[in-house]
């Protein structure tokens, strides 16, 4: 199986609201395995183009299940999805997925404009100077951005390689949990296609995803990709630091962190620990952006969206403003979808919002079969 890019991704990239875009290809369900939790959600069409929620849902990874982006756990995952899937009544089998982690390679090069199949070709047979695994161990896809560099002979490639076993792994699970796994996209690309779906690609953004043992970054310029990274932070840092420092069990110190239980003489100690830890996340942002800025400076970015549990933090988007001097808005990947309120509740799906962004923009990409 290769990456599947988005079919409205192919270039010459069409601007602007993609909402509307002409094909009745269906949809499939959108799933998020993350190491915190499982993300799951499902879009109809609209007669206007635009899409429906029809399902969403989330349930907790069993512990221990997953390790930097790899299934440990297949068998306990897959009965979570199970279970899952039941609860919200989805009849839909066909399924998109997203990897990320050490597993997964994410790189732009410049190569020579060539055709599409030279393309192919030229990627299978020079993979290996690109990057640093065996070419016969990985699942290799790329694509042309299209976009000229100085020299009009040449083009920037987005390559995408991910290690066949890791991949394998998940495509076995969703088998076993009765699915049909359609597509399978890489984290950052699944958050630029939630975003592209509700407001199109016109400015230049950073997407910065914060969930509980990673943070993905992809930085877009005019609708192109520029920069996608995967950085090791994230919000289970704080469970463990408070852990730590207090000497909790793992419950005790997460309903701390979220604020479901109350910090009382403990909030001095516990506020020095998520300042530190944020700024951590702002140093790892600055680095992203002042990389984007020496490449690209007459595109200055217009703003920050985050997404993830990571970004419900309070004050995080406030610091993150204040460090860079970037306008941050907290990603709402339901903006423009209908959704009927008996059905879902509006509180819920507000509060579950920006976690779902990645499960969004996997249950929008039409599938071809
Ligand atoms: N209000 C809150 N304040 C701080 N952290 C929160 C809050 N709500 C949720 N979180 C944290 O967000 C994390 C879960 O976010 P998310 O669902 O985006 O992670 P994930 O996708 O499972 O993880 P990853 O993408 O890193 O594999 C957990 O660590 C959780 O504690
Ligand atoms: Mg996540």
Redesign the pocket.
Known sequence: MAFKRPTRHSPPRPKGLSLSFSSKKPLSLGL????????ICEFRRTSGGGYKLVALG?AL?PPDA?ED?ALLDPDAVAKTIVALIRNLKIKEKRVAFSV?GYSVIVKKINLEVMTEAELEKHIHEEAEQYIPFDINDVYLDCQDLHTNTEDENRTDVMLVAAKREMVDGYLNMLRSAGLKPVVVDV?AFALENAFEANFGLKDNIALI????????INILSGGVSTLARDVVL???Q??EQIQRRFDLPYEEA?AL???SRPADDLQADVARIFKETCRQWVGEIKRALDFYASNYPDAPIDKLVL????????GLAELIATETRVPVEIFNPFAMAEFNSDAIDPAYLKAIA??M??AAGLATRPVEF
């Open positions: 998020d395995i993350g190491s915190h939790s499982i993300k989330s990874m997953m982006g990320s984290d995803d914060i969930g509980a043992s990673k943070m993905n994230g919000s289970r704080l469970t997460e962190k979220i604020g997404s993830g549990g990571g970004s419900r933090i309070a920006p976690q962004a990645l």
